[in-house]
């Protein structure tokens, strides 16, 4: 499977008034895993949202290998091989395990409506295909006992494994990950780091992780982008970027704005953890988990 690059270049998005990126680039490597961090607010969501098509950029571009994707609708760019999980868990909670991650395989799937239906034998072979790589990718993501399980019954670190598992079967060259241990507990984090890491390293394919865990960023992470209000402040090894002085006011500012909102109870902008913190929840911890 060959891994394109991904471009970002300048590429701005407004919402009436609200600059929400302001020409913002950076380049995720092949194969390389790459981490865009910022303080609340600074543009994280809003630069995954524009890769994935859900949001229309106002100008820049993105180039995925010959593709540009901005034009394009997401179920478009899922088809280039650009999976993403999501902040929040977007699963059916009443099927089973084996059920979400056969939806990841959708867009996979050749026969059509009418063959699946009279389970003509073609459709038939392709559904044992597509059930066999859901095991493999069950097995890897450490699900394998649990494919019969429905998803709301499992620990919300479960979850998560299976919303990561379902964007692999979708046999990504390129994984959006969007806050991937928010909510979760240390063991829990430890594991998905690890998996993280795993995929990197048997798989081959581009990482581009937004995360508020700086320990986590700083320790996978190859390459780091970090934004402040939408804009572009700092790019490149994580050691560099976490003794840049623009990172560093950045996240202290947040710091500062938060204990002034705290003094009148206003909720307000929030860092996500010094840069330099080495993962250590303090008081400047974010407060966005997933409920
Ligand atoms: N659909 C939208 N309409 C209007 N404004 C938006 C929209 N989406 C995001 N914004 C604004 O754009 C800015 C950037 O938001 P974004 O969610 O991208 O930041 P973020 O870095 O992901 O923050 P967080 O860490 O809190 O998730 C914010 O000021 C936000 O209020």
Same mark, same amino acid.
Do not use: W
């Given at each position: 499977?060959?891994?394109?690059?991904?471009?970002?270049?300048?590429?701005?998005?407004?919402?009436?008034?609200?600059?929400?990126?302001?020409?913002?680039?950076?380049?995720?490597?092949?194969?390389?895993?790459?981490?865009?961090?910022?303080?609340?607010?600074?543009?994280?969501?809003?630069?995954?949202?524009?890769?994935?098509?859900?949001?229309?950029?106002?100008?820049?571009?993105?180039?995925?290998?010959?593709?540009?994707?901005?034009?394009?609708?997401?179920?478009?760019?899922?088809?280039?091989?650009?999976?993403?999980?999501?902040?929040?868990?977007?699963?059916?909670?009443?099927?089973?395990?084996?059920?979400?991650?056969?939806?990841?395989?959708? /867009?996979?799937? /050749?026969?059509?409506?009418?063959?699946?239906?009279?389970?003509?034998?073609?459709?038939?072979?392709?559904?044992?295909?597509?059930?066999?790589?859901?095991?493999?990718?069950?097995?890897?993501?450490?699900?394998?006992?649990?494919?019969?399980?429905?998803?709301?019954?499992?620990?919300?670190?479960?979850?998560?494994?299976?919303?990561?598992?379902?964007?692999?079967?979708?046999?990504?060259?390129?994984?959006?990950?969007?806050?991937?241990?928010?909510?979760?507990?240390?063991?829990?984090?430890?594991?998905?780091?690890?998996?993280?890491?795993?995929?990197?390293?048997?798989?081959?394919?581009?990482?581009?992780?937004?995360?508020?865990?700086?320990?986590?960023?700083?320790?996978?992470?190859?390459?780091?982008?970090?934004?402040?209000?939408?804009?572009?402040?700092?790019?490149?090894?994580?050691?560099?970027?976490?003794?840049?002085?623009?990172?560093?006011?950045?996240?202290?500012?947040?710091?500062?704005?938060?204990?002034?909102?705290?003094?009148?109870?206003?909720?307000?902008?929030?860092?996500?953890?010094?840069?330099?913190?080495?993962?250590?929840?303090?008081?400047?911890?974010?407060?966005?988990?997933?409920?």
């Amino acid at each position: 499977m060959s891994v394109p690059r991904l471009e970002v270049l300048d590429v701005t998005v407004r919402f009436a008034g609200l600059t929400a990126l302001d020409t913002v680039g950076f380049t995720v490597e092949p194969g390389s895993l790459h981490a865009v961090i910022g303080p609340n607010g600074a543009g994280k969501s809003t630069c995954f949202n524009v890769l994935s098509g859900v949001y229309r950029a106002s100008s820049g571009s993105v180039r995925f290998g010959e593709a540009e994707l901005t034009a394009l609708a997401p179920h478009r760019i899922a088809a280039l091989g650009v999976a993403r999980t999501f902040q929040n868990i977007a699963l059916s909670p009443h099927l089973s395990v084996r059920d979400n991650l056969m939806l990841g395989r959708h /867009r996979l799937t /050749r026969a059509g409506f009418l063959a699946a239906g009279l389970r003509l034998p073609s459709a038939r072979r392709e559904a044992a295909e597509h059930g066999g790589r859901v095991a493999e990718i069950a097995a890897f993501v450490g699900l394998a006992d649990r494919l019969a399980t429905p998803v709301g019954l499992l620990p919300y670190g479960v979850q998560k494994r299976v919303e990561l598992a379902r964007a692999l079967c979708m046999e990504p060259r390129l994984l959006l990950l969007d806050e991937p241990v928010a909510g979760m507990n240390g063991g829990e984090r430890r594991d998905m780091a690890e998996l993280i890491v795993a995929i990197r390293e048997s798989l081959g394919i581009s990482i581009l992780l937004v995360e508020h865990d700086m320990g986590m960023v700083m320790r996978l992470a190859d390459t780091v982008t970090v934004l402040d209000f939408g804009r572009r402040i700092a790019d490149g090894p994580p050691d560099r970027v976490q003794r840049d002085p623009e990172v560093i006011r950045a996240y202290l500012g947040a710091a500062a704005e938060n204990t002034d909102t705290h003094a009148d109870e206003t909720p307000g902008r929030t860092p996500a953890g010094s840069p330099d913190t080495g993962g250590t929840p303090g008081a400047g911890e974010p407060r966005k988990d997933v409920s």
